[in-house]
């Protein structure tokens, strides 16, 4: 079955750093452009990071450029987001995509929902 | 930062017909930014709708259909279920490795 599941959230302390997994089955990540996209509480999607079909590619939106690092496993077929230095306002569900047909989103993870909070 | 825009909230009777508009806070849209589109229930992960402006995604009815109307990007329904009441997002491919979506439109179905 072609899935993606995210798996790390949590709650945690501004300032303090967690790691996004998003585990890919039924296809092959490292053959594939992947996001992350977060949710914040009540509010709309917002594009966070994208990593290149080979790595070595990767943007990010500017509020968290410096912060947050895009990364994967080939051999553990999982996507990860590392995000450091966190702020309430990284408060959201956070969902990985993968690149569809053109610049567009084909499949989506459920969601982990972190929660940055003293 | 270039905004993506949408008007927040739609309305619109059953099997009648509503569109929802995407623009851009400076310039227009244009079929170079690969616009899609994405249904998202409450509580669930968002459902790709149309891709490339005007190509539905795998399973979505024909009564979607997307274009671009003057300088905007559009997803207009035609034949509106109950079951379409939802969100809906545009996002665009703003190049340089960069995607925006926008703020994200309600859709009642009443």
């Known amino acids: 079955q072609v899935q993606l599941v995210e798996s790390g959230g949590g709650v945690v302390q501004p300032g303090r750093s967690l790691r996004l997994s998003c585990a890919a089955s039924g296809f092959t990540l490292s053959t594939h452009v992947m996001h992350w996209v977060r949710q914040a509480p009540g509010k709309g999607l917002e594009w966070v990071a994208v990593?290149?079909?080979?790595?070595?590619?990767?943007y990010y939106v500017d509020y968290v450029k410096g912060r947050f690092t895009i990364s994967r496993d080939k051999f553990k077929n999982t996507l990860y987001l590392q995000m450091n230095s966190l702020r309430a306002e990284d408060t959201a569900v956070y969902f990985c995509?993968?690149?569809?047909?053109?610049?567009?989103?084909?499949?989506w993870g459920q969601g982990t929902l972190v929660t940055v909070s003293s | 930062q270039t905004v993506v825009t949408q008007e927040p909230s739609f309305s619109v009777s059953p099997g009648g017909t509503v569109t929802l508009t995407c623009g851009l806070s400076?310039?227009?849209?244009?079929?170079?930014?690969?616009p899609s589109w994405y249904q998202q229930m409450p509580g669930q992960a968002p459902r790709t709708l149309m891709y490339?402006?005007?190509t539905r995604s795998s399973g979505v009815p024909d009564r979607f259909s997307g274009s671009i109307l003057g300088n905007k990007a559009a997803l207009t329904i035609t034949g509106a279920q109950a079951d379409d009441e939802s969100e809906y997002y545009c996002?665009?491919?703003?190049?340089?490795?960069?995607?925006?979506f926008g703020g994200g439109a309600k859709l009642t179905v009443l």
């Open positions: 996002m665009m491919y703003m190049g340089s490795g960069i995607w925006v």
């Open positions: 400076s310039g227009s849209v244009s079929i170079g930014h690969y």
């Open positions: 990593i290149w079909y080979d790595g070595t590619n990767t």
């Open positions: 490339n402006t005007n």
């Open positions: 995509a993968r690149r569809g047909p053109w610049w567009d989103f084909d499949l």
